[in-house]
């Protein structure tokens, strides 16, 4: 058990020392947070990848956030995704692609995700609506793209 928790801990510091939490899966969950490993207003993970026709949760695990879609950074044909403020839910993502979401209130403060479905087809134009994104949310945004290509 103890070597368990070791090598749990030792999973987690690798994890957190290398930067932002990433997640594969056929279904993700993206948690909603005040502070999480990468900081405070975060989502968790910052970067999903699915294949199209998986399926995105986002949780309302602390109060006070949403999930909106942010403009130029939605794939053609994607329909805009929005969470509304203190609730889950959930999309069923069939367009590859990279999909820039924020939190309303809180994206000056760096409250961004990504998610890419399949391959990044538009990856040059979330780039681009990137650029356009408050100081700290463009930072941690072009972050999480470096690591999408």
Known sequence: MRAL????GTLLAMAVAGGIATANAAEA???MLNKG???RFVYSPQLVRIKPGE???FVATDKG????SIAGMLPGGAQPLKVPFNKDGSFTLTEPGVYGIRC????GLGMVTVIVVGEPTNLEAAEAAASKLPPKARERMQALL???S
């Open 5 to 8: 928790r070791t090598l749990t």
């Open 29 to 31: 969950t993206i948690e």
């Open 37 to 39: 490993e990468d900081g």
């Open 55 to 57: 399926t995105v949760t």
């Open 65 to 68: 956030h949403d999930a909106v």
């Open 104 to 107: 309303t209130p809180h994206v």
């Open 146 to 148: 470096s690591q999408v």
